[in-house]
């Protein structure tokens, strides 16, 4: 079957194709940089991270956009009370970012694009709209109209007609019982970052950010939009009515959105305690990729509960995949191919496939992975594992970590050399014959310490560094 996600816009499933050839036009909303990110904003950038890497897989080329959010009101007033200018104070947060998406192996986007370089964009923008007549202004500040666009509401599916004309909400952030119009442009207050630009002074709304960096570099209609479940309303909704007005068409073909991550079935929040940074976890000792894996292994349209015991069960998967893979790598097999299990592994990859297919299925995707490692380690138990099943396997685990990046360890070891670690396993070996086993748990714990692994097979023992 083919590619398909649910889309937020119709509420239907619907296959995936892009408008042109096969390169996806995409825009994803990017983190608003007031703090670091916590685990919840990690969850949605790792779910764009597996669209991308599946669009890929599938043979579409990506021209992806995500914006930093480094102007808003939050940030403005975090700024403020630190004392700080805006890009000194967001320089800190864009930073933290980048280096969580890397450590946590997220791919770049195409184009990473900061609000605060687009401002004149935003204005002209905003001029536009004025002049099509779907602004008013008040006290220097320029609202959106939304009783001139009828469609307002189609995103979120609520009907917003009964609002009364005229009632504005300056702040970005509100819910659907605030609906009001909305502030395109802010206007200049005491002590207020603010730009000289065609409609006055000022500085934008967080809404127009989005729509305007998107058709910037990504034309009037884009393939995919996507973000957390939360940007639905008002911020898409916003974005839509923006763009809409402006163009006259559809801004965006299929929308996706993420469901949020909760803590130990609670909302995340400092006062609860329950509140992590992937700096956090690190610092507790646990390995990004275990992160990574825990926050890629739930659908995306489902709540993520994150626990500890969760996060220790995503090491262990991990665990049982690089030792079937070291497995494969080391272990020496009878010649000869078996078809049965040739048959199995086209198998595991078209149950991976279509998995993911089916609007990034990121459970089912494992369970195949999983269910093939654990028939290849019998079959290999068995004898019946051949020589020539280990390219197709190989082939078959690549492409689990073409979407999944788990198998490569992060951690840097602590300088043994190949030889070395060599030597204390022979020694090693030597003790647990000469039945010294205080001797032989001592170097394995010495080894594990340098992060190195140890694992006792008939055919001796296999090591691997973590
Ligand atoms: P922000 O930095 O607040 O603009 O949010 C960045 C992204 O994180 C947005 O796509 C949000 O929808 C998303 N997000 C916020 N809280 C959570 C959460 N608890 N779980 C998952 N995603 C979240
Ligand atoms: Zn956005």
């Known amino acids: 079957m083919a590619l398909r996600f649910y889309n937020t816009l119709t509420q239907r499933i619907e296959d995936f194709t892009p408008q042109q050839g096969n390169v996806v036009r995409m825009y994803t909303c990017g983190p608003t940089v007031w703090n670091y990110a916590h685990i919840g904003n990690l969850r949605t950038f790792t779910f764009v991270d597996i669209l991308r890497r599946w669009l890929r897989c599938r043979g579409y080329q990506l021209d992806h956009v995500m914006n930093i959010t480094d102007v808003d009101d939050r940030i403005i007033q975090q700024a403020m009370a630190a004392g700080k200018s805006l890009s000194e104070y967001t320089d800190v947060y864009t930073r933290a970012f980048l280096e969580d998406a890397e450590t946590l192996r997220l791919e770049r986007p195409e184009h990473l694009v900061k609000a605060t370089e687009h401002i004149q964009d935003m204005a002209e923008a905003i001029k536009r709209l004025s002049e099509k007549g779907y602004t008013y202004e008040s006290d220097g500040s320029i609202y ?188 020496s097999f009878p010649e000869g191919t078996s078809e049965a299990l040739l048959e199995r592994t086209r198998q595991a990859n078209a149950s991976f496939e279509e998995a993911l297919d089916d609007d990034l299925n990121t459970a089912e995707a494992l369970a195949a992975a999983f269910e093939f490692v654990r028939d290849a380690n019998s079959a290999m138990d068995a004898g019946q594992f051949l020589a020539g099943n280990t390219a197709p396997a190989l082939d078959f685990l690549a492409r689990f970590d073409s979407v999944f990046d788990v198998l490569r360890p992060s951690r840097k070891d602590t300088g043994l050399s190949d030889s070395e670690i060599e030597k204390l396993i022979a020694e090693r070996d030597r003790a647990r014959k000469a039945r010294q086993f205080a001797r032989s748990d001592e170097i394995r714990s010495y080894l594990l310490e340098r992060g190195v692994i140890l694992e006792d097979t008939k055919e001796g023992t296999r090591w691997r560094r973590k």
């Open 144 to 331: 959106f109209r939304i009783a001139n666009f009828p469609e307002y509401g189609k995103l979120s599916h609520t009907d917003f007609s009964g609002i009364r004309a005229g009632a504005r909400v300056d702040t970005d952030r509100y819910d659907k019982e605030n609906a009001r119009d909305f502030a395109l442009w802010k206007a200049p207050k005491e002590g207020e970052p603010s730009w000289q630009t065609v409609i006055g002074p000022g500085r934008p709304g967080w809404h127009i950010e989005c729509s305007v960096m998107a058709m910037k570099y990504l034309g009037e209609t884009l393939d995919i939009h996507g973000g957390g479940i939360d940007l639905t309303f008002p911020h898409h909704e916003n974005e839509i009515a923006q763009s809409e007005a402006l163009t006259g068409k559809p801004f965006a073909r299929y929308w996706l959105h993420s469901e949020h991550l909760i803590v130990e079935g609670q909302t995340m929040s400092k006062s609860l305690g329950n509140f992590f940074t992937l700096r956090d976890l690190l610092e507790r000792g646990h390995a990004p990729e275990a992160v990574r894996y825990l926050l890629a292994s739930v659908p995306y349209r489902k709540k993520l509960n994150f626990t500890m015991d969760s996060l220790r069960s995503a090491e262990t998967a991990i665990e049982r995949l690089r030792n079937f893979k070291l497995r494969l790598d080391t272990g």
